[in-house]
T-cell receptor, first 113, second 112 residues
Framework: GAGVSQSPSNKVTEKGKDVELRCDPI?????LYWYRQSLGQGLEFLIY????????KSGLPSDRFSAERTGGSVSTLTIQRTQQEDSAVYLC???????????FGPGTRLTVL | QKEVEQDPGPLSVPEGAIVSLNCTYS??????FMWYRQYSRKGPELLMY????GNKEDGRFTAQVDKSSKYISLFIRDSQPSDSATYLC????????????FGSGTRLSIRP
């Protein structure tokens, strides 16, 4: 079946603009994660959705970052008033409830000029 | 100090060599250990998963965990150019609600 998909694959924006990044998880996966990967850095956890539970937002770096998940499926990560330090690859992953194996999408490469 | 330390490399070895990739960690509560492989411009994919000390083998890959030393390794035998990628170690506590903590990744290049 289809894997995790993310769009757009690349996004170039100007400092101060808002951006929306989309993630389509694997069908049936109730857990969804967002990570940020900067050059030479590991994956930085941002936010975690599990079913209808309140999301774990503990990794969001500032209040400019927010995410939602509609209908328990598609998720959107929004970054408001983008800064140059927001430039990174944003990765989405999904998994079955209670499973540790996460399946990653190809990521969105965000460049803030 | 980071919870998980991993040498970023890059590491370049000739085809056919044995590769050793390593991570150290500081949190003794970590119980599950994983290795992910990430090709350029792709998302990471799970390569190996283990939860006990000792060795776990899968084809040309062997994952080794030494909990007493807080040290994990991934060995690749008979390395191939197609193994060229970034390898990330990852680990988590026993609780199903705990997050996976990733190392920064080691960039590996296998020379034909």
């Amino acid at each position: 079946g289809a894997g995790v998909s993310q769009s757009p694959s690349n996004k170039v924006t100007e400092k101060g603009k808002d951006v929306e990044l989309r993630c389509d998880p694997i069908s049936g996966h109730t857990a969804l994660y967002w990570y940020r990967q900067s050059l030479g850095q590991g994956l930085e956890f941002l936010i975690y959705f599990q079913g209808n539970s309140a999301p774990d937002k503990s990794g969001l770096p500032s209040d400019r970052f927010s995410a939602e998940r509609t209908g328990g499926s598609v998720s959107t990560l929004t970054i408001q008033r983008t800064q140059q330090e927001d430039s990174a690859v944003y990765l989405c992953a999904s998994s079955l409830a209670g499973e540790d194996t996460q399946y990653f999408g190809p990521g969105t490469r965000l460049t803030v000029l | 100090q980071k919870e998980v330390e991993q040498d970023p490399g890059p590491l370049s070895v000739p085809e056919g060599a044995i590769v050793s990739l390593n991570c150290t960690y500081s949190n003794s509560a970590f119980q599950y250990f994983m290795w992910y492989r990430q090709y350029s411009r792709k998302g990471p994919e799970l390569l190996m998963y283990t939860y006990s000390s000792g060795n776990k083998e899968d084809g040309r890959f062997t994952a080794q965990v030494d909990k007493s030393s807080k040290y994990i390794s991934l060995f690749i035998r008979d390395s191939q150019p197609s193994d060229s990628a970034t390898y990330l170690c990852a680990m988590k506590r026993r609780s199903s609600a705990s997050k996976i903590i990733f190392g920064s990744g080691t960039r590996l290049s296998i020379r034909p």
